[in-house]
């Protein structure tokens, strides 16, 4: 017998512990290439309603807030700034911010003054992960269901706060080191149960995570044939270009279909209409909720 290393041990025992979740793997993509495990391997889960119409497709600029912003700037900033949507930290466990503002009330007329939304959920991060702030970890032999726990959770806030079926909402996994497989495929399995979850009640599948961790993962389980794969992506790369071209590391045929977001700088202090707020600038070509 060839002799496994602890990593791809691992990775065999997700196969097992998955195919009791009713997951179907592909096995041609488990077998080891020239003696070696693929980084990623294909899992493809029951998605039953598949993802619904999009609301609102759009292309513009956008910024994101730790926290909702004050009404009064937001109008300011409508009247006043290029941005035309918003990223809000709708749900999670591990959001970095308190939001005192973010009712349905705020939803509504925040909406009213013309402005989308980007909806993130904040809730577990990858295995390996540095922990920092955000210590909760998904489980590598539960990933599949508490990413549908998980979406659950950020369906029911969406809910609350009046977005309508067909809005994506957005899952933050913050960057991790690719170091290991086994978290990498944690990740992959947690987004697709994630969005299966989501599918299923009704509203659109988003991922946000570096270029260089969750989106490579992501990127190399669509090449595998993973599924339900997210219906957009929002990646990180803080490289100034208000795009969303993939900076090089995103390949063209990959979600291509205005299912793009570009988060492309960060911490900006920016005054617009005598209003100020610290932001993340990014560029959309995706679905927004409304």
């Given at each position: 017998m060839r002799h496994l290393?602890?990593?791809?041990?691992?990775?065999?025992?997700?196969?097992?512990?998955?195919?009791?979740?009713?997951?179907?793997?592909?096995?041609?993509?488990?077998?080891?290439?020239?003696?070696?495990?693929?980084?990623?391997?294909?899992?493809?889960?029951?998605?039953?309603?598949?993802?619904?119409?999009?609301?609102?497709?759009?292309?513009?600029?956008?910024?994101?807030?730790?926290?909702?912003?004050?009404?009064?700037?937001?109008?300011?900033?409508?009247?006043?700034?290029?941005?035309?949507?918003?990223?809000?930290?709708?749900?999670?466990?591990?959001?970095?911010?308190?939001?005192?503002?973010?009712?349905?009330?705020?939803?509504?007329?925040?909406?009213?003054?013309?402005?989308?939304?980007?909806?993130?959920?904040?809730?577990?991060?990858?295995?390996?992960?540095?922990?920092?702030?955000?210590?909760?970890?998904?489980?590598?032999?539960?990933?599949?269901?508490?990413?549908?726990?998980?979406?659950?959770?950020?369906?029911?806030?969406?809910?609350?706060?009046?977005?309508?079926?067909?809005?994506?909402?957005?899952?933050?996994?913050?960057?991790?080191?690719?170091?290991?497989?086994?978290?990498?495929?944690?990740?992959?399995?947690?987004?697709?149960?994630?969005?299966?979850?989501?599918?299923?009640?009704?509203?659109?599948?988003?991922?946000?995570?570096?270029?260089?961790?969750?989106?490579?993962?992501?990127?190399?389980?669509?090449?595998a044939g993973g599924s339900?794969?997210?219906?957009?992506?929002?990646?990180?790369?803080?490289?100034?270009?208000?795009?969303?071209?993939?900076?090089?590391?995103?390949?063209?045929?990959?979600?291509?279909?205005?299912?793009?977001?570009?988060?492309?700088?960060?911490?900006?202090?920016?005054?617009?209409?005598?209003?100020?707020?610290?932001?993340?600038?990014?560029?959309?070509?995706?679905?927004?909720?409304?």
């Amino acid at each position: 017998m060839r002799h496994l290393r602890s990593a791809a041990l691992l990775a065999a025992a997700l196969v097992l512990l998955l195919a009791t979740d009713g997951t179907v793997v592909n096995a041609e993509a488990v077998t080891p290439a020239a003696g070696a495990a693929p980084r990623i391997r294909a899992v493809r889960l029951p998605d039953r309603s598949g993802p619904p119409r999009a609301r609102d497709t759009w292309s513009g600029p956008a910024f994101d807030a730790c926290t909702a912003p004050p009404l009064d700037t937001l109008k300011a900033w409508r009247d006043a700034s290029p941005y035309g949507a918003l990223g809000v930290y709708t749900s999670g466990s591990q959001r970095g911010c308190g939001q005192p503002r973010l009712t349905a009330e705020w939803v509504r007329q925040v909406r009213a003054l013309g402005w989308r939304f980007l909806p993130v959920h904040v809730g577990l991060q990858a295995p390996c992960a540095d922990p920092g702030h955000k210590p909760k970890r998904i489980d590598p032999g539960k990933a599949v269901e508490q990413g549908r726990e998980e979406a659950d959770e950020a369906a029911r806030s969406l809910r609350a706060l009046g977005f309508a079926k067909g809005s994506p909402v957005y899952l933050d996994i913050e960057a991790y080191p690719l170091r290991d497989p086994a978290c990498g495929q944690a990740v992959v399995d947690f987004t697709l149960g994630w969005t299966a979850g989501l599918h299923a009640a009704g509203y659109r599948s988003g991922f946000y995570s570096s270029l260089d961790s969750g989106i490579a993962d992501l990127a190399a389980a669509a090449r595998a044939g993973g599924s339900p794969m997210p219906d957009a992506l929002w990646y990180a790369r803080w490289d100034g270009q208000a795009d969303t071209d993939g900076s090089g590391a995103l390949a063209p045929d990959l979600w291509t279909f205005h299912q793009r977001v570009h988060q492309y700088h960060g911490n900006v202090e920016e005054t617009f209409g005598g209003a100020t707020l610290t932001v993340d600038r990014n560029h959309v070509d995706g679905p927004t909720a409304r």
